[in-house]
């Protein structure tokens, strides 16, 4: 197995080597060439800060401070027609900027006008919760403050939603091992027979490459399955031949084809 090489660093690292290598972007234009935009980035302006603008894929894209969220969602949402918030995440540029990127894309339904709202916040700070304003970002902000740890104030119920609440770590960071930590490969040893079957048992496998023959189902042998809950033995080896259908099947591993001369 390749040695296992740490990842802090990749962000930092050349991707291209060609000297005469442009890398490809987004062509991008001015807000003011769209008079919708413009009045939107007109009366967005007038409450916050706003830092960048530019129109890029037919999309306004807006960048504040992260401590004036809250104060521009609800502007796009009550002066400028921004119904609907479709996404929020972040993205990490921990290794790279030293913090991290927040963003909001909204919709505007009657217009037919997107816009991105996007923030650097670094690590350790939060922002404030826009559940009062969109039901979406409950469950947005609880997958950001699980796979990030970015925390939302004053958010309904800010605990984790797809990891276990007692999981240490967060798996959407790019120094957050491919396979799970040292912490991950114990966690369901320790969960269900304790720390001190770790010498019987031994760390769980995370090789996704990895293929149990004695699953529960027998999923990866196909021929060999058995009722769900039966004993695994030697009785349960012997090879169920597969059954072709001559309407709908072929198995042309033994040459056979069958064509139809017309239409049915």
Known sequence: MRKYVPKGNVQKQ???TDRFHVVPTTPRTEVASDA?????????SAKVEVLSSRIELECMVVEINHADNFQAIETLKEECGYAMLSEMSAVDYLAKDGNFEIFYQMLNLKEAKRMRLVMRIEQGLAIESVVPLFKLANFAEREM?????????????MKRILMPEDWEGNPLLKTYPLHGDEFASWYEVDKIFGKDAREAIGPENRDEAKIE???SKRFSRVGYEVPFGAELNAENETKTEIE???TFLVDYTKGETKQLKERK
């Open 14 to 16: 050349s991707y291209y």
């Open 244 to 246: 072709y259908s001559k």
């Open 36 to 44: 919708i935009y413009a009045e939107q980035l007109e009366k967005l």
């Open 213 to 215: 023959r004695y699953d």
């Open 145 to 157: 403050f699980d796979m990030f740890g970015i925390v939302a104030n004053n958010h309904p119920f």
